[in-house]
């Protein structure tokens, strides 16, 4: 019954032009479709494993996947607004991303909590060997862009609420409370990477704005869907004991 109804719908055109072969609609891709317009929705794809009913995030990234046409446009507009640690702008001038170029960026940077990293033994060990303990705002070896204002905006309230609430503990020693507090350098290196960064989104016209405000939305859904959105809390100080030598 399923079959001799899809035979009578209309041919489906792809974006390409050519017609969608109907042998390929049948009653289980239907879970497909599901998670592939939830995903295109944003909707989390910890929220859309549960809708799924699948144990494990892998199983559902199986299901659906990012429109390369549409993540590669964004990506290309969202680099046109990419900053150094100083809120700088780099790389300004590129209106078109070779596939050459992606890959080698790909292969020498990481992606960390803010941006991206390209210091050598962090790469290699795919972000889990930040010498600097993920200080990223203090390493010249980190870069941002636009797609990411939210998480530093969200990092420096973090941080200052952080701060306050050690200001606040009577019941600690003073060099216990002055260790785990967030650096008075951090914060405003922070703040004005967010400001430079908004004074640069204000020049854009409004048309502007919108296309990088949507193109920044699929980025980041991108990520959290695939990536995860990492949050980090302020780096924990190394208490090894080290071995005489």
């Not at 699929?218 to 990536?227: D, H, P, T, Y």
Request: glycine share 4%; with cysteine.
């Amino acid at each position: 019954m399923h079959r001799d109804w899809v035979d009578t719908l209309s041919d489906f055109l792809l974006d390409d032009g050519t017609i969608f072969d109907k042998e390929k609609i049948f009653p289980y891709a239907y879970r497909h479709s599901f998670a592939q317009r939830h995903a295109d929705a944003g909707v989390p794809i910890d929220v859309l494993a549960e809708l799924m009913d699948h144990d494990s995030y892998e199983t559902t990234r199986s299901y659906y996947r990012v429109k390369e046409v549409r993540l590669r446009e964004a990506v290309e507009r969202v680099t046109q607004l990419q900053f150094d640690r100083h809120g700088a702008r780099i790389w300004g001038a590129v209106t078109s991303v070779l596939d050459a170029e992606r890959a080698r960026r790909a292969i020498g940077a990481v992606v960390v909590p803010f941006g991206t990293c390209s210091e050598p033994t962090n790469v290699a060990a795919g972000g889990g060997a930040c010498p600097l303990r993920f200080r990223c705002v203090g390493c010249d070896h980190f870069s941002t862009d636009i797609s990411y204002l939210p998480d530093l905006r969200t990092y420096l309230d973090d941080l200052l609420r952080q701060r306050e609430k050690l200001r606040s503990m009577s019941e600690a020693d003073d060099w216990a409370r002055a260790e785990a507090t967030p650096s008075d350098a951090e914060i405003t290196r922070i703040r004005r990477l967010i400001q430079r960064v908004t004074d640069d989104v204000d020049t854009l016209t409004v048309a502007e704005r919108a296309e990088i405000q949507k193109a920044s939305q699929i980025v980041r859904q991108m990520r959290q869907n695939f990536l995860g959105m990492p949050r980090i809390q302020q780096p924990l100080p190394d208490l090894r004991v080290e071995r005489p030598a």
